[in-house]
């Protein structure tokens, strides 16, 4: 790979980041709230459940995680079906999805900001809320915390579709041996 296609690969994957951040967003609190108002009202238990920013937030971020693991995946195998695995791409990427997420929440104060900026880090951190309702952590830890576990699990599937896809094409990984007896 070269420059311009490792620039437009990190660059895409950050892209992706914030895309699958909204629609976690869309889904985890939007699709639910829907979901609710259709809820009779005899089943408060459901309700409750469906507009819990906790149960939320978490089905946010699997949402989040899920969507990125499936383009994760993919890179896995592309990477080994073309024997181009690129680790250390992979991990710069990451680390700049990470840095690019919690960069903003650096400048976030919540005791000098109007009702519409504590409102837009909200959203925009939704999909770690969950660190913060579950720990009481304040946004910046449950950023840091949020995104490192989502991203850690792209690392993961990452490694294991490249490591499953070795494992089941093995021929292509073969050592060419050097014929000069």
């Known amino acids: 790979m070269d420059y311009t296609q490792q620039f437009k690969y990190c660059a895409f994957r950050i892209i992706l980041l914030f895309g699958t951040n909204l629609l976690g967003l869309i889904i ?3 699709l639910f709230w829907v979901a609710a108002s259709f809820v009779p009202p005899s089943m408060q238990g459901v309700k409750h459940f469906l507009v819990s920013d906790l149960n ?3 089905i946010a971020a699997l949402v989040m ?3 990125l693991a499936a ?6 195998k592309r990477n080994a079906a073309y024997e181009d695995m690129d680790i250390i791409l992979v ?3 990451l680390i700049l999805m990470l ?3 919690f960069i903003p929440v650096i400048f976030y104060n919540p005791f000098d ?4 900026i504590r409102s837009l880090y909200y959203m925009f951190y939704f999909t770690s809320q969950w660190v913060t309702e579950l720990f009481g952590a304040e946004m910046k830890t449950a950023a840091a915390v949020g995104g490192g576990t989502v991203l850690g699990v792209q690392l993961i599937v990452y490694e294991l579709s490249y490591g499953a896809y070795r494992k089941k094409h093995p021929v292509t990984f073969r050592i060419p041996r050097n014929n000069d007896d």
């Open 28 to 30: 985890g609190k939007g």
């Open 56 to 58: 939320c937030s978490v």
């Open 65 to 67: 995680a899920g969507t």
């Open 71 to 76: 383009v994760f995946r993919d890179d896995g």
């Open 91 to 93: 991990m710069i990427t």
């Open 99 to 101: 840095g690019a997420y």
């Open 113 to 116: 900001s109007t009702r519409v």
